[in-house]
């Protein structure tokens, strides 16, 4: 069994400002982890991957993520807001050959 | 490359009507496909996935059904729509059965609103 739990519904943060959107996960077996992107009706674009190197991974449009095992923790991060980061942000767990388990989305609000 | 391709963009459909929405995939053979339906504020919930022709897994019961014709399409049908069938449905493939690193692509997705 696998599960995901983003912790904030919705993150308001000021253009310029540091970014964290948190995600912890349960898994029966060492996971897969991704955090995806996405825009008002639009598909999900994948942002990054952690698939058992390195712990901190780095995706596009300057978002980090840190994979911590002991905290069963993948939070998103990105240390300058841009306006055009404002979206729904969603933490996957797959793990071994399962589906795929979604959080229930993190609204990223920006102010200029 | 790996691409997919959902549609149609936007459908408004009368209550008691049929539905079909249609999802292929190119530059990939013998994918993991699914279907999910997206409720605003309750994340992506699965409705069907499939790991080759013929095989669907059905995650929740419901009015939907859905089919998988050929390696590389997927189905999402209803005989008589709902009311509560409105929503964003969101077509997504992974790669080959076993590559269970490899992240899922997603569809442009589908809003459906039943009227």
């Known amino acids: 069994a696998q599960s995901v739990t983003q912790l904030d519904s919705h993150v308001s943060v000021s253009e310029g400002t540091p970014v964290l959107l948190r995600c912890n996960y349960s898994s029966s077996y060492s996971p897969s982890l991704f955090w995806y992107v996405q825009h008002p009706n639009k598909g999900l674009q994948l942002l990054l991957k952690y698939t058992s190197a390195a712990t901190l991974v780095k995706g596009i449009n300057g978002f980090e993520a840190e994979f911590k095992k002991s905290e069963t923790s993948f939070h998103l991060t990105k240390p300058s807001a841009h306006m055009s980061d404002a979206a729904e942000y969603f933490c996957?767990?797959?793990?071994?050959?399962?589906?795929?388990?979604f959080g229930k989305g993190t609204m990223l609000l920006v102010s200029p | 490359s790996q691409t997919i391709h959902q549609w149609p963009a936007t459908l408004v459909q009368p209550v008691g009507s049929p539905l079909s929405l249609e999802c292929t995939v190119e530059g990939t053979s013998n994918p993991n496909l699914y279907w999910y339906r997206q409720a605003a504020g309750r994340g992506l919930q699965l409705l069907f996935y499939?790991?080759?022709?013929?095989?669907i897994s059905s995650e929740v019961p419901q009015n939907l059904s859905a089919s998988r014709p050929q390696d590389r399409q997927f189905i999402l049908s209803s005989k008589k729509l709902l009311l509560s069938d409105s929503g964003f449905y969101l077509c997504?493939?992974?790669?080959?059965?076993?590559?269970?690193?490899?992240?899922?692509?997603f569809g442009q997705g589908t809003r459906l609103t039943v009227v």
């Open positions: 499939s790991v080759g022709i013929g095989q």
């Open positions: 996957v767990v797959r793990g071994g050959y399962s589906t795929l388990t």
């Open positions: 997504a493939f992974t790669g080959r059965q076993g590559a269970r690193n490899t992240e899922a692509f």
